[in-house]
């Protein structure tokens, strides 16, 4: 027999969005579903926080970065939600006395990425932010014990309907099957890299929240858009230590196995865009080559990356003597489960923030550490719109609950094995559905996740990835242009007439959906 818990709120797994939006509901009862603490990109994220606090700076400014990088499809309206409250979003976590690196006078170290015009990128101890930020977040939460959300292990299965609104969740923890039921379901599960066989993504980025919203009607939008870091270690362990742009703004250099530069031809050499640099070695790999970071120049490498030495030791590698074996990674989804400005989806009960949600922030391609900033102002969006939201708990037949138990225990006992299935799904994906994309691949692509799918029961947990894997695959298909991160090689310009968000709704056996206006109707 299960568990049924009972909540205000619950919010789907424990990342920087969805903490921030805990943080935001201290005053209704949260219950805090994920698998494990650590599981997310958000403990990962090297680079920074990008906000436009600089004496030189501007909301203007910062807003004109995103959305040039986002190649024609970033909802301005939205980015400048993202970069004004991010400036208040930042004073919250001032407050929590994170260890920003300051220079000697005291004041805010700010760096500078690809594509950004100022300096404006905020970190802590060096190359740890996204750890020193999460853990901060999470011990401020847990400081007023009253107020305090529970957490809950477990990994999310399917979201429970009734009459057309979303009111908790079916999870699973070590076998055994639980649901929750609450007024509102905050979605937080990330992004989708541990869909593809090399990532810089945490073991949970597997696109589970997106087919879970898929499956109760949720809308999709810009799934083709997926970010691939150019430079992750190339090493047996997964995910793959990044080896952040910053290292090649401090001078390192990408070399073929001769030592000679591989970006020399480009305006912005080894600080080219992600999306162009990724394909530059894309092409040396596909060619049997090896490519390398070359960062020996760099001065004091351990104190400024330090978590990339620490990475590189456990390999037996010095950034001082070796050059490093690199290669692309999947790294962001600028795509997923389709929200407004308030992190609503169109199915009532339902809400998204963080990677796993699609406001438009982004467009085809995300401006370097924009991500952190966009899980706390969007957390928060949510967590405020979930709180003045003024349904009841629904009462939700315990027949139906006690149905969707027995399936899914049954699902669990026959399941197949899931390392297996991955394993199959991150090859056909990065193979076909990757750096570089075709008609013919991604036809491929989608006939061989079809047959995965069809491998696995209807409540086997591996079905939710395969799903999301099918639905990223389709939307590729779909978008037949060049644009962001986007790069079909059989059309490889950009196409006017596909200046435009697509979305999807009606899971797999999706109804086209396209919309003529950037961000228009949600
Ligand atoms: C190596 C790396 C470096 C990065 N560097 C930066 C940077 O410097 N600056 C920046 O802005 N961004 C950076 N990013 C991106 C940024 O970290 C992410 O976009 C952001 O942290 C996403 O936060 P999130 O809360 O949406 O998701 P996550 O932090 O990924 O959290 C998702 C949570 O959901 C859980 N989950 C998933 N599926 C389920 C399920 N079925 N049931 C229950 N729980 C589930 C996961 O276990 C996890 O707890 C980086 C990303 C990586 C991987």
Known sequence: ????????????????????????????????????????????????????????????????????????????????????????????????????????????????????????????????????????????????????????????????????????????????????LAKGVLLATGGVGGLYQHTTNGPGALGEGMALAARVGARLADLEFVQFHPTALLAYVRPLPLLSEAIRGQGAMLVDGEGRAIMAGHPQGDLAGRDVVARALWARVGAGEAVFLDARAVPGFETQFPRAAEALGRLGLDAAQDLLPVTPAAHYHMGGVATDAKGRTNVPGLWAAGEVASTGVHGANRLASNSLLETMVFGARAAWDIGASTSALQTVSMTRIRELERAWSRGIEAAVDPGDVLERVGRTMWQFVGIERSEAGLIYAAQKLDGLRCEVGVYDPARLAIEAAQAIARAAHRRRETRGAHCRVDFPDRDPTLARRLFVQGGLASRVDEHPAVGATR
């Open 1 to 180: 027999m299960s568990v049924i818990w009972h909540a205000d709120v619950v919010i789907i797994g424990s990342g920087l969005a969805g903490l921030s939006a805990a943080w935001h509901l201290r005053d209704q009862r949260v219950m805090v579903l994920s698998p494990s603490e650590e599981g997310g990109s958000s403990y990962l994220a090297r680079g920074g926080i990008a906000a436009a606090i600089g004496n030189n700076d501007s909301v203007e400014a910062h807003v004109a970065d995103t959305v040039r990088a986002g190649a024609g499809l970033v909802d301005r309206d939205v980015a400048e939600v993202l970069v004004r409250e991010g400036m208040e979003r930042m004073i919250d976590l001032f407050e929590m006395a994170i260890p920003f690196d300051r220079d000697a006078e005291g004041r805010l170290m700010l760096g500078r990425e690809a594509l950004h015009g100022r300096n404006r990128i905020v970190h802590a101890a060096g190359d740890d932010t996204g750890r020193q930020v999460t853990r901060a977040v999470r011990e401020a939460l847990m400081q007023d014990e009253a107020r305090a959300p529970r957490f809950l292990p477990g990994r999310a299965l399917e979201l429970v309907v009734d009459e057309g609104r979303v009111c908790g969740v079916v999870f699973e923890n070590a076998g055994q099957v639980g649901v929750v």
